[in-house]
């Protein structure tokens, strides 16, 4: 018995893969828009899953005070009215605001302190880590000299540390763009290997 | 001279296409042929490994699934095996998705392949929330009220199920699994979970997404992690939760070659092309 759903799979993969190994073609514009079409379809399921879960049905249930940020929620849509634009910005703002509240509030121990700590670097003992942690040490530092005296101090002993700390940047940069790429190869072998199973090729 | 300069110019500039070609070939040949290549466990992987191992029977585990499908492919597999090695250990899963739509048909995805489904009964041991709009507002309120997601992804109210009924807060949580690609949710759950009520915290992350965590797992704060399909491999190999991870490993590191090459390829290319305008 064939399933359709591991056709459908393979089919889909390989009209997308047809952009990479030939070119673009109406066969790639097509699960092109139809994958945009489902994320759309989903994400709008969703929303509204979300409005019932957490709007309609506790204000149903008698939590009266929802129906607040229900009101909040839809003034957003006030954008689309000249008179009510400004008042679009309340909810906006509202938003903003709490957002960057929570944020804050937990970013300071979490995002600078444990960070700051952490660089703190214990040198001497074993010789590897030592000299691991000095390399972390002065990239730290020198990637910092990087941003502090890109602008204004760029000449002298400190522009020689703001040229080591943007190699070491750069140095990162490239990591990273690395990564990516081990990352999209790890995407194509699940891909492969999602249809050689499917044919049997593999277990 | 000439010549050999010609050559190196136009395997510099060579077509993408064929790069592509050759490169699916080679991992299609490897995962037929697999050679099998040595496997290094590394700690990040190890830590991970024992954070599970060591946690109590019936333990609540909170699986934050923050990636999109297209990532899946990478970090599913690792989600499996970790989700098999839960099961077998009798702990209770709960999963919920603060930052992508898609986050409880993934988590649907979790239960069928790694036996939940078939093992376990859906309120009693396992959960899925679904999605949770809100980004980091949602991770906030879910440490402090859990209780405020009234229902769960199939639209049954949590005081329903016994699982989910009796917790309140983020203390009510023994540890956090999040699997993310590229979001910001690890940090989120740092902020309002780890760092205020002391929670473990400990991630699947996409190769592509290892750098910007590795800071919190250099911190502490971040217990341990496996790092994309070979951080899988590693985790499949530590548990004996074999999944595709590990049989991939090998195409994945002659695919790692190829690349490194055809960058050598480009490189000397735009040397030599380099060399020959400025003479």
């Not at chain 2, 191992?53 to 934050?64: A, F, I, N, Q, W």
């Not at chain 2, 009964?121 to 999605?131: A, I, M, P, R």
């Not at chain 2, 507002?137 to 016994?162: H, W």
């Amino acid at each position: 018995m064939i399933d359709i759903w591991l056709v459908l799979g393979i089919v889909a993969t390989l009209m997308v893969w047809s952009f990479f190994f030939y070119k673009n073609t109406v066969i790639f514009r097509i699960i092109q828009e139809l994958i945009t079409a489902i994320i759309l379809a989903n994400v709008v399921v969703v929303a509204l899953q979300n409005i019932n879960k957490f709007a309609l049905t506790p204000v149903m249930q008698g939590n009266l005070i929802l129906i607040v940020p229900m009101i909040l929620g839809t003034a957003t849509y006030l954008q689309l009215s000249k008179k009510g634009r400004y008042y679009s910005q309340l909810p906006v703002a509202l938003v903003l605001g709490i957002g960057i509240g929570i944020a804050v509030q937990g970013a300071l121990s979490t995002d600078i302190a444990s960070q700051v700590v952490a660089t703190m670097l214990p040198i001497g003992g074993n010789i590897v880590d030592s000299v691991n942690n000095v390399i972390f040490i002065l990239c730290t530092l020198l990637t910092i000299m990087y941003f502090m005296f890109s602008g204004r101090m760029r000449t002298g002993v400190p522009s020689k540390f703001s040229t080591a700390g943007r190699y070491i940047v750069l140095w990162t940069i490239g990591a990273i763009f690395g990564v990516v790429a081990y990352s999209r190869f790890a995407l194509l072998i699940g891909r492969l290997q999602y249809i050689l199973q499917a044919l049997g090729l593999i277990p | 001279m000439s010549k050999n300069t010609g050559i190196w110019v136009k395997l510099g500039k060579l077509d993408r296409r064929i790069i592509y070609w050759v490169m699916a070939i080679v991992t299609i040949v490897i995962l037929i042929h697999p050679v099998g290549l040595p496997l290094v466990v590394t700690q990040p992987t190890i830590k991970f490994y024992n954070t599970i191992k060591t946690m109590p029977k019936g333990s609540v585990v909170l699986m934050e699934i923050s990636t999109t499908a297209y990532a899946w492919d990478e970090l599913g597999p690792s989600a499996y095996a970790v989700g098999k090695m839960l099961l077998a250990q009798g702990d209770k899963l709960i999963t919920v998705g603060v930052q992508v739509p898609e986050a409880a048909l993934l988590a649907q995805l979790v239960f069928e392949k790694s036996g939940w489904t078939q093992k376990a009964t859906y309120g009693v041991d396992y959960v899925n929330l679904g999605y949770i709009g809100g980004g980091e507002t949602g991770v906030f309120n879910l440490a402090r009220n859990f209780q405020f997601v009234n229902k769960d992804a199939y639209n049954k109210p949590l005081s329903d199920l016994p699982l989910t009924r009796d917790i309140k807060d983020a203390n009510d949580i023994q540890l956090i699994i999040d699997v993310h690609s590229a979001s910001s949710a690890d940090i989120w759950y740092l902020r309002h979970w780890v760092t205020p009520y002391n929670s473990k915290f400990i991630e699947v992350v996409a190769s592509a997404t290892i750098n910007a965590m590795a800071q919190y797992y250099a911190s502490g704060q971040v217990i341990g992690y496996l790092g994309g399909a070979k951080g899988g491999a590693e985790f499949e190999y530590t548990s004996g939760y074999l999944g595709n991870n590990i049989k991939a490993l090998d195409a994945q590191s002659f695919l790692h070659f190829f690349f490194l090459g055809f960058v050598a390829l480009a490189n000397i290319g735009l040397l030599v092309e380099w060399r020959r305008t400025r003479q």
